[in-house]
């Protein structure tokens, strides 16, 4: 309990090299990654969040991380986009650990990587817990089929159960989990239960009577209620489901207490010390309300959260220029009567437009300013630009060329629409931290581009860890 | 348009704003359209600034020319006391079997029975006519769970069927599946214009195909402003810097200087955007589907949103030659 406090703690005081955010209205404390990261004694970190918020590639960024400052790291993915998978390294990812070549850097540890595969894993637990005659009658039931190929849960409780064995083989330093895509990020808290408490129920073992009689002795023995129930499933579901409810039921018979065993070993494990929460949300309302959601059922769950991973957050550099000011300076220049509107390559141009660019006239992603393709007739002066007077002669409203009115209230507009999603993010963040005022937070600069490889992973994980986006946002 | 409209997409795309907007679209001009979500979220309350919806078909919106939207949150739990008292009156022994756990059991731990549970319950409101024999409603809408299990969501009738081979379970779910794979069901698939959504997106219309299910549109959402073009931004980094900071001190704006690099930085990073969203655009055009575009909404989404949403799918043809059908 003290340790746990003492981890979270840690990982909201160690994080004084954030942005300032003193400025702002409600400022959050700042979440440092790294120091959780290195805390040997964390050794699970759970990454949760709604679905499309980047989950899985805050897991696979942090496991990269970690593993170059010297763990021994698995990160657990459940549905990886295969591009993800293969940034890692590994083209298809399955349900063994398999070693993440390229970590690099002095004293750099290792990263182990390992998609879900829920079948497997409930068939390896059918065949560890019981014999083979047994086993086999398990696996063959059409209902087992089934439910072990996903009905809602399955993936829950068997990401939940893959974490447990993770865990008790004691191999790795650090256990980064990423949690299914589920309904609402706190399926994979009580889909465990669920699971647990239905093999464990009432309604089991009234299923099972029958069966442990063997068939043999018929309704009469069982009580009012029991025949009712069979009978009304029976006519809804048909008799052949429930005799494979039955027949299910009955071979899993000695491995119930195992399940309820296990499901509540592992809701403990979540509790404990070593275990840290990170929350996942874009600045977005949906994904920050299902965020306050989990911070909350963390908290009611006595489940350690070390803070708010705040992914894809925009900033500016130019944030002093707001949004009105930006817009009215664009009308000016586009008012004014000098903009050149003979020309084929204006600023500012309708979507419609876009087709007809040739596809050479797009620069190269983040070529712009340093090393643009083309060569302009300002060329030359690109590197001391700002230093210089342009040259004579170049006109602004040069035919063939956007003017500089054009082009200025084309930027101007842009950088408007900026700050209308650097406003629009820093609101609803806002009322985030007025709900949680305690929980740390890291912001993600969001990038313009999606992860293909460990150097993109590397890109995310330094962002991580310094929680710098440009000011503006902060 | 097909009658029964159901709408999934990547976590984080937002299907729920575009179910919304496009119920609210074919609502447009005396229609009346039923908005459904299966998934226990109260994203449609939410979205409508409305209290949590009950089980119960509920009046929520008024479109453009007096249609009416109508909206309802289907609970697995209450579909099936709903549909055992239907068909064998039992009354409080519902509640005894809701006691017992069977309930339970049989919608959250049988495999499928929830989903045909959800569907059946939407493919009931799709058929529903009044006594004149009209349709209670011109279309249903339905925001559906998300594109990676969209496919298994609607199909598990079939699952199902095979599994309770006999029984009203088994016909229920053969009955929804008749209409699942109908002219009259389309399923769309919204995405962004970013690499993981448009993957996810030509996955899903591969798995909707195999199963035979009907493919709609590919909804292309929170499309943003195209408001530099690249020769322009070319230029602006070939060194006019010194003219752009001129004109942002004509423009009224003080301490141009500084500015300057990083408007032009930013459009660079716009630039490299618009390339990797013209990539995206040429994955979704080998796909071959028609498809809708939606603006991104930059001051977040509200009912004034959605309202602008609706036009826009008006504009693309949404909710006209009804029955002609236009694309899906």
Same mark, same amino acid.
């Given at each position: ?86 940034? *890692? ?27 879900? =595969? *829920? ?11 019981? =014999? ?25 409780? *068997? ?43 009432? &309604? ?16 009469? &023995? ?15 579901l048909g ?16 491995? &119930? ?161 900026? *700050? ?55 | ?15 729920? $704003? ?14 009346? $359209? ?13 979205? /409508? !600034? +409305? ?11 008024? @479109?453009?020319?007096?249609? #009416? ?6 609970? @697995? !739990? ?26 339970? /059991? ?12 959800? $569907? ?40 199902v069927a095979?599994l309770a081979r006999i029984g009203p379970i088994h016909n229920q779910a053969q ?10 069901? @389309?399923? %769309?698939?919204? +995405? ?14 591969? !798995? ?17 402003? %195209? ?8 230029? @602006? ?27 032009? !930085? ?26 809708? #575009? ?17 036009? #826009? ?16």
């Amino acid at each position: 309990m003290t340790q746990r406090t003492d981890a979270a703690t840690a990982a909201k005081t160690a994080a004084t090299s954030g942005p300032d955010t003193a400025g702002s209205p409600a400022s959050a404390p700042t979440l440092d990654t790294d120091a959780l990261l290195d805390d040997p004694d964390i050794r699970i970190v759970v990454c949760c969040g709604s679905g499309g918020v980047g989950k899985t590639t805050t897991a696979a960024a942090l496991g990269v991380r970690a593993a170059e400052r010297g763990r021994k790291v698995v990160v657990l993915t459940i549905d990886p986009a295969r591009r993800l998978a293969q940034s *890692m390294g590994i083209d298809s990812l399955d349900n063994i650990p398999r070693r993440v070549p390229g970590i690099e850097g002095e004293g750099a540890g290792e990263l182990h990587a390992m998609m879900l =595969d *829920m079948k497997r894993t409930f068939d390896e637990i059918v065949e560890a817990h019981a =014999d083979g005659e047994r086993a086999r009658a398990i696996l063959e039931n059409p209902f087992y089929q089934s439910l072990s190929a996903g009905f809602a849960g399955t993936q829950e409780y *068997m990401a939940m159960e893959k974490l447990g064995q993770l865990r008790a083989r004691n191999e790795w330093d650090l256990i980064i989990v990423d949690t299914p895509p589920s309904r609402s990020a706190l399926d994979f808290l009580d889909a465990p239960k669920r699971l647990g408490s239905f093999l464990d129920g009432k &309604f089991i073992k009234l299923l099972m009577a029958p069966a442990k009689m063997g068939g043999r002795a018929g309704m009469k &023995f069982l009580n009012v209620g029991m025949s009712m129930m069979t009978g009304t499933l029976g006519k809804l579901l048909g008799g052949q489901f429930l005799r494979d409810v039955q027949t299910f039921v009955a071979a899993m018979d000695t491995m &119930f207490g195992g399940f309820r065993t296990r499901a509540d070993a592992t809701y403990r494990l979540l509790q404990a010390p070593g275990t840290a929460f990170l929350v996942v949300a874009t600045p977005e309302q949906d994904a920050l309300r299902e965020a306050a959601y989990f911070v909350e059922r963390l908290a009611s769950e006595e489940m350690p959260l070390a803070g708010l991973v705040l992914n894809r957050v925009h900033g500016s550099d130019a944030a002093r220029l707001s949004a009105e000011q930006a817009l009215a300076a664009a009308e000016n220049l586009e008012g004014g009567g000098i903009v050149d509107q003979t020309t084929g390559k204006a600023g500012l141009r309708d979507p419609a437009d876009r087709s007809a660019d040739s596809p050479q006239a797009a620069p190269a992603p983040g070529s712009v300013p340093d090393t643009t393709p083309d060569a302009t007739p300002d060329n030359s002066e690109r590197e001391d630009a700002e230093d210089r007077e342009p040259t004579a002669g170049r006109a602004p409203d040069t035919p063939g060329t956007a003017s500089v009115e054009e082009l200025t209230a084309g930027l101007l507009r842009l950088h408007a629409e900026r *700050m209308q999603v650097v406003a629009r993010e820093q609101r609803t963040r806002d009322r985030f931290t007025a709900l949680h005022p305690e929980v740390a937070v890291t912001e993600v600069a969001a990038l313009p581009g999606d992860v293909h490889d460990l150097e993109g992973l590397r890109a995310v994980g330094d962002r991580l860890a310094t929680g710098s986006v440009p000011a503006g946002a902060a | 348009m097909s009658r029964f409209q159901v709408v999934s997409g990547k976590g984080g795309t937002g299907k729920t $704003t575009v179910a919304a907007a496009l119920a609210l679209a074919l609502a447009t001009e005396g229609k009346r $359209t039923l908005l459904v979500e299966v998934e226990g979220r109260q994203g449609i309350a939410q979205l /409508f !600034e +409305t209290e949590s919806l009950p089980y119960e078909e509920r009046k929520i919106a008024v @479109a453009p020319g007096g249609g #009416e939207v109508y909206a309802l949150a289907i609970d @697995a !739990e209450r579909a099936l006391l709903d549909y055992l008292q239907m068909f064998y009156k039992l009354g409080s022994a519902g509640r005894a079997l809701k006691k017992l756990g069977a309930i339970d /059991f049989a919608t959250t731990i049988a495999p499928g029975v929830r989903d045909v549970l959800l $569907t059946g319950k939407a493919c009931e409101a799709v058929r529903r006519k009044d006594k004149q024999n009209q349709y209670v409603y011109d279309y249903v809408i339905m925001d559906a769970p998300p594109t990676g299990r969209i496919t298994r969501f609607l199909n598990v009738n079939d699952e199902v069927a095979g599994l309770a081979r006999i029984g009203p379970i088994h016909n229920q779910a053969q009955a929804v599946m008749r209409v699942l794979k109908s002219p009259e069901t @389309a399923v %769309h698939l919204v +995405t962004l214009l970013e690499e993981m959504p448009v993957q996810e997106t030509a996955d899903g219309i591969a !798995e909707l195909r195999d199963a035979e299910l009907p493919v709609g549109r590919i909804i292309v959402n929170m499309v943003r402003p %195209h408001l530099l073009d690249e020769d322009a931004l070319r230029t @602006a980094a070939g060194g006019r810097r010194k003219e752009i900071a001129k004109a942002l001190t004509r423009a009224g704006v003080t301490g141009a200087a500084g500015l300057v690099r990083p408007l032009v !930085e930013q459009a660079a990073e716009h630039a490299q955007r618009v390339e990797l969203e013209r990539e995206q655009r040429a994955v979704l055009a080998d796909l071959e589907l028609p498809g809708y #575009e939606l603006p991104l909404i930059g001051e977040g989404m509200d009912p004034a949103g959605l309202y602008d949403l609706a036009t #826009e799918f008006r504009k693309q043809g949404v909710g006209e030659g009804v029955g002609q059908g236009v694309g899906a």
